[in-house]
């Protein structure tokens, strides 16, 4: 439910996104002024290439990466002069790099654009290019690309477990990936991917250009573009198989939470026919719904995670369920240990129909800054209520604990469990925004 709310603050600065390829997620990151790289002259160096000449098993393209920061979409092309920018090989933090279109040191104390006067006003937004100068072999055969994630155990329902999305080139043709939302991969959850690059036998260069949004510092950073991502080049069979076996890992470690869901499902259902059995138990209908709405959370966060969902859908849904299940679960309570409707039951009571605006609202999100102020607006009442909910459900237990209630108190354990892995990705994915490191990487 945190995790809910936290999203619920982040989702309101989607509207400000860029046209092209901004995902729901990504549109949440400014464009902010950052500090220089060390200056340094524009010298050329060698060109350097991969050889591919001898492909035969997957190849991993972790050296000589050409990278550099630049608004000019010409950098996608293979005539591009890349011979000034550095070269990176793919670790797990690779050194910072100039901005290629602002000159070296701080930026004028005027106010006034530092941008040479060829370069449009939209450079407000530079992206980051990693180019890759390949050697092939004479009439090969088909080849593609594998880009390739960790599999993650924690819940997506985060401002980004992987990064911002990546458009790839392939001398200087677009490739969209293969898989679910292969056309704009940006507003899915990131997964592993394939792209059939479509070079012609007798075409024996290979020009392999990566594109991501500019995100100067954080988990995010361009500088760990290579933390969570690993680049193979191969037949599409090999990397076929190999994406195979990642899905399979993926639905492995999720495996549990289906479990989980169905035996919500399963303890739903004969909460119900016990209502039915036993009239007057309230406390049975209302906790056999909280179980129920719960349940399709694990299947919606299948989903969300293999980019079958589009992200705002995603997020939505889950926000949605996790609300409406603590509502539930306020009446269970209530009706469990015979409450008096108090001022602060009717409070929570009363302002509960907030909760129902967060989905759509969410959804439509980018249409318009009026519905990203509306949402800011109710994230901040469903915090609010949200903090009531949980001194309620937490100082109501605890009293019924003492006066023996001892059916009560063994409420406490799995409510304190149930924050407890709320709280856990939260507190992992800050930790790994702070350390630029990903501990689950494959």
């Known amino acids: 439910m945190l995790a809910g709310l936290v999203l619920c603050g982040t989702m309101p600065s989607a509207s400000q996104g860029p046209p092209h390829h901004s995902?729901?997620?990504?549109?949440?990151?400014?464009?902010?002024?950052?500090?220089?790289?060390?200056?340094?002259?524009?010298?050329?160096?060698?060109?350097?290439f991969l050889?591919?000449?001898?492909?035969?098993?997957?190849?991993?393209?972790?050296?000589?990466?050409?990278?550099?920061?630049?608004?000019?979409?010409?950098?996608?092309?293979?005539?591009?002069?890349?011979?000034?920018?550095?070269?990176?090989?793919?670790?797990?933090?690779?050194?910072?790099?100039?901005?290629?279109?602002r000159p070296p040191g701080?930026?004028?104390?005027?106010?006034?654009?530092?941008?040479?006067?060829?370069?449009?006003?939209?450079?407000?937004?530079?992206?980051?290019?990693?180019?890759?100068?390949?050697?092939?072999?004479?009439?090969?055969?088909?080849?593609?690309?594998?880009?390739?994630?960790p599999v993650s155990q924690n819940a997506s329902v985060s401002v980004g477990n992987q990064g911002p999305s990546v458009d790839v080139y392939a001398n200087g043709r677009e490739i969209h990936p293969e898989g679910p939302g292969g056309d704009d991969p940006s507003h899915y959850q990131l997964i592993s991917r394939v792209y059939?690059?479509?070079?012609?036998?007798?075409?024996?260069?290979?020009?392999?250009?990566?594109?991501?949004?500019?995100?100067p510092f954080g988990f995010a950073a361009y500088t760990s573009f290579f933390a969570n991502r690993t680049l193979i080049l191969g037949r599409p069979d090999d990397l076929n198989r190999n994406l195979e076996l990642w899905s399979v890992h993926s639905l492995f470690e999720r495996l549990p939470r289906i479990i989980n869901a169905i035996l919500l499902l399963v303890l739903g259902a004969f909460l119900i026919a016990l209502y039915f059995a036993q009239k007057?138990?309230?406390?049975?209908?209302?906790?056999?719904l909280h179980e129920l709405?719960?349940?399709?959370?694990?299947?919606?966060?299948?989903?969300?995670?293999?980019?079958?969902?589009?992200?705002?859908?995603?997020?939505a849904a889950v926000i949605e369920l996790v609300l409406i299940s603590a509502y539930l679960y306020f009446e269970f309570l209530i009706s469990f240990l015979v409450l008096r409707p108090r001022w602060y039951i009717r409070w929570l009571r009363y302002t509960a129909p907030i909760l129902l605006f967060v989905g759509p609202l969410v959804l439509m999100?980018?249409?318009?800054?009026?519905?990203?102020?509306?949402?800011?607006?109710?994230?901040?009442?469903?915090?609010?209520?949200?903090?009531?909910?949980?001194?309620?459900?937490?100082?109501?237990?605890?009293?019924?604990?003492?006066?023996?209630?001892?059916?009560?108190?063994?409420?406490?354990?799995?409510?304190?469990?149930?924050?407890?892995?709320?709280?856990?990705?939260?507190?992992?994915?800050?930790?790994?925004?702070?350390?630029?490191?990903?501990?689950?990487?494959?």
């Open 196 to 215: 059939t690059l479509n070079i012609p036998p007798s075409e024996t260069s290979l020009t392999l250009v990566a594109k991501t949004l500019y995100i």
């Open 51 to 101: 050889d591919a000449t001898g492909l035969g098993s997957p190849l991993v393209l972790d050296k000589n990466w050409r990278v550099g920061i630049t608004a000019n979409p010409a950098a996608a092309t293979p005539d591009f002069d890349d011979s000034t920018w550095d070269v990176r090989n793919a670790s797990d933090a690779i050194p910072e790099v100039p901005d290629e279109d």
């Open 365 to 442: 999100v980018g249409k318009n800054h009026v519905v990203g102020w509306i949402l800011l607006i109710d994230g901040v009442g469903c915090f609010f209520w949200f903090a009531g909910w949980l001194l309620f459900c937490g100082i109501t237990l605890v009293k019924a604990t003492i006066k023996r209630n001892f059916e009560a108190g063994l409420l406490l354990l799995p409510l304190f469990l149930s924050f407890v892995g709320i709280l856990e990705p939260i507190a992992t994915t800050g930790m790994k925004d702070f350390s630029g490191m990903h501990t689950g990487r494959r």
């Open 293 to 315: 709405i719960q349940a399709p959370v694990a299947f919606i966060d299948l989903a969300g995670s293999t980019a079958n969902l589009d992200q705002l859908w995603y997020a």
């Open 23 to 48: 995902g729901p997620i990504e549109a949440i990151l400014g464009p902010p002024r950052h500090a220089q790289p060390p200056a340094k002259g524009t010298v050329s160096t060698p060109e350097v």
């Open 280 to 288: 007057g138990h309230r406390e049975y209908l209302w906790l056999a």
């Open 106 to 149: 701080p930026p004028p104390s005027d106010g006034k654009s530092d941008l040479p006067p060829d370069r449009p006003p939209t450079h407000q937004r530079p992206s980051v290019w990693f180019r890759a100068h390949i050697k092939l072999a004479p009439n090969h055969g088909p080849i593609s690309l594998l880009i390739q994630l």
